[in-house]
């Protein structure tokens, strides 16, 4: 008799009690099995990518982390720091809130940002306006506000621009592949749906077909008329709270195939990053 015979015949002395357990245990397996695979399918059904483009960016975001991942840590401190090639500085503390996007920035140096004002600058948004202070006093000033306004949502953009690269109301290209430095790139333009007489921003992602990671990207500042001619903007990532941060970059002029221009390098480095502060909605008035 072999072996498999041998044990069915002595399970079959078995009371009954055993057989209804193990019948049991099979059907709670096969149930959360099924389960298992009714989620899976369900959560496939609710991605529907544009094109290829789409697909690879989506890919891209799962890797460092999406934007639910990030709201999740509430909030986010860290020590911002800007330096041109002349050796003109910013050095900053941000501060944001993701749960109503709320920016605030303390610049203890600002020789590029509001130069023209002396000793130290906060700039806020608080979820309905935006407001500046220079040494504790308000400023009014509209022209100098106008800058606010477009620092504080722009530095939390680039802030999360990776997972936010999934928002409504983006389009995608996929341009291709190509090798640059001996990696291949899957390339992806993404652009914003805006109102045909206003001009939209471009981003051009050169995301790495082995990691999956934007190593750098192209893009153009449609508010400063910078359109014709692009950044360049390279990237290094830094692990915190298992999320990708891209701390450190650099960016300099250059053209749409990514051929970098003669010019320096402007460095922006993020350190010192700390999520779930206990930023609370009150830290952003004025």
């Known amino acids: 008799m072999s072996l498999l015979l041998r044990s069915v015949y002595v399970n079959q002395n078995l009371n009954m009690n055993l057989k209804s357990l193990a019948f049991l245990l099979t059907s709670i397996l096969l149930i959360s099995c099924n389960n298992k695979q009714e989620s899976h399918t369900s959560t496939d059904a609710i991605v529907s990518f544009q094109n290829e483009g789409h697909e690879f960016v989506y890919n891209m975001v799962q890797k460092v982390g999406n934007y639910q991942e990030l709201a999740n840590k509430k909030d986010v401190s860290y020590t911002y720091t800007y330096k041109t090639p002349d050796n003109k500085t910013d050095v900053s503390i941000e501060k944001y809130l993701f749960d109503g996007e709320y920016s605030y920035g303390h610049y203890t140096q600002h020789e590029r940002t509001l130069s023209q004002l002396e000793g130290p600058i906060e700039q806020g948004y608080n979820g309905q306006e935006y407001w500046l202070k220079n040494n504790g006093e308000i400023i009014s000033d509209s022209s100098l506000l106008k800058r606010v306004a477009f620092n504080r949502p722009t530095n939390y953009y680039w802030f999360c621009m990776m997972p936010k690269l999934l928002d409504p109301g983006l389009t995608y290209e996929y341009l291709g592949e190509k090798e640059l430095s001996g990696k291949t790139y899957q390339i992806v333009k993404v652009s914003f749906e805006e109102p045909k007489d206003k001009p939209k921003d471009i981003y051009q992602l050169y995301i790495n077909k082995e990691t999956s990671l934007v190593d750098q990207f192209l893009f153009t500042v449609a508010e400063y008329g910078m359109m014709e001619t692009p950044l360049l903007?390279?990237?290094?990532?830094?692990?915190?709270?298992?999320?990708?941060?891209?701390?450190?970059?650099?960016?300099?002029?250059?053209?749409?195939?990514?051929?970098?221009?003669?010019?320096?390098?402007?460095?922006?480095?993020?350190?010192?990053?700390?999520?779930?502060t206990g930023i609370t909605k009150e830290d952003f008035n004025k």
């Open 233 to 276: 903007m390279k990237l290094a990532y830094q692990e915190v709270d298992g999320l990708l941060i891209p701390n450190k970059r650099k960016y300099k002029r250059s053209t749409w195939e990514a051929e970098e221009s003669d010019k320096p390098w402007i460095y922006v480095t993020w350190s010192d990053i700390q999520f779930g």
